[in-house]
């Protein structure tokens, strides 16, 4: 579990770093407004290519000190939950018939296994990381006026209390379980077919891992709008929002002025992050998990 510990921590610190500056994009096109994001969006592409893209990296501090321990909890309790379910199913095989045991039957207890374990894992996880992702979401606002993490930690707490570091909690734990249960579950079920011996194989591991996060990030990105609102409220400068309570009036705020269009503002950044960012973390992760284990 140390070694898991480890290896999560600087898969989490790689994933969300390197492709900080297009979730900095992500946040503020579900954010926005209609007429403030065309103008939003081209301007960041065009400092981004100038290489002034100094704005797009506010915040990443608080995802450095948050993920690291995050991520070491979730990939440890996935592991071992892993383990555990694993030999639970294999000794639930053993009691069927042999002429039972068909291929369908040998892959599905795998893909629940790994996905119930990403579920109790991401709960770990969420409940550590949301604070500080609450933090990094204000910074990455477009007219974000906090000139460091601790200063933006202090002005949330002393305006809006505790609360505010976690009203999108239940948002983001029914965001995750299903986001991080696809993942793991994709995951594991595409590294079989692409390495099927378990060996150390990073090309298997990255691609897996790429196609994982392009899986998971589609299917959840409504909910990631609703959790980006609700993390954002306290900095609008819509009466509206500003006052939402949770879930429930997140959706309808969503839905009234936007559609079911609304809900998938930011489609295409949040793929283009998880994709690659997945098979960072995964590359990452099974890498220093086999570096560790033969030292």
């Given amino acids: 579990m140390t070694q898991n510990a480890i290896a999560g921590a600087m898969a989490g610190i790689g994933e969300h770093c390197i492709m900080y500056p297009v979730d900095s994009i992500r946040t503020r096109m579900q954010v926005l407004s209609a007429a403030e994001l065309n103008t939003a969006v081209k301007n960041a592409s065009k400092q981004y290519l100038r290489g002034q893209q100094r704005h797009l990296w506010k915040g990443v501090y608080s995802v450095v000190v948050g993920a690291g321990p995050a991520h070491a909890i979730h990939f440890a309790t996935y592991e071992f939950c892993k383990e555990k379910f694993n030999r639970f199913f294999d000794q639930q095989l053993n009691l069927k018939s042999p002429s039972d045991n068909n291929k369908s039957i040998v892959i599905s207890p795998q893909l629940l296994a790994s996905g119930t374990a990403g579920a109790i894992a991401t ?143 930011g489609f295409k950044p949040r793929v283009l992050t998880n994709m690659p960012s997945t098979a960072i973390s995964w590359s990452v992760y099974e890498y220093f998990k086999w570096f560790l284990a033969s030292k």
């Fill in 123 to 265: 709960f770990a996880h969420d409940g550590l990381m949301t604070p500080f992702d609450v933090i990094k979401q204000r910074m990455q606002m477009r007219d974000s006026v906090y000139r460091s993490v601790r200063e933006c930690a202090k002005t949330v707490y002393r305006t809006e209390g505790l609360k505010a570091f976690y009203i999108s909690f239940p948002t983001t734990v029914s965001m995750s379980i299903p986001f991080q249960s696809v993942q793991f579950a994709t995951y594991e079920y595409c590294r079989t077919l692409l390495d099927p011996e378990g060996t150390y194989n990073p090309k298997a591991h990255m691609l897996a891992g790429a196609i994982a996060g392009a899986v998971a990030s589609s299917v959840t990105t409504p909910l990631d709008v609703v959790k980006t609102l609700l993390q954002t409220k306290g900095s609008s400068n819509d009466a509206q929002i500003k006052n939402t309570s949770g879930f429930k009036e997140a959706v309808s705020i969503i839905y009234s002025r936007h559609g079911v269009k609304g809900f998938f503002r």
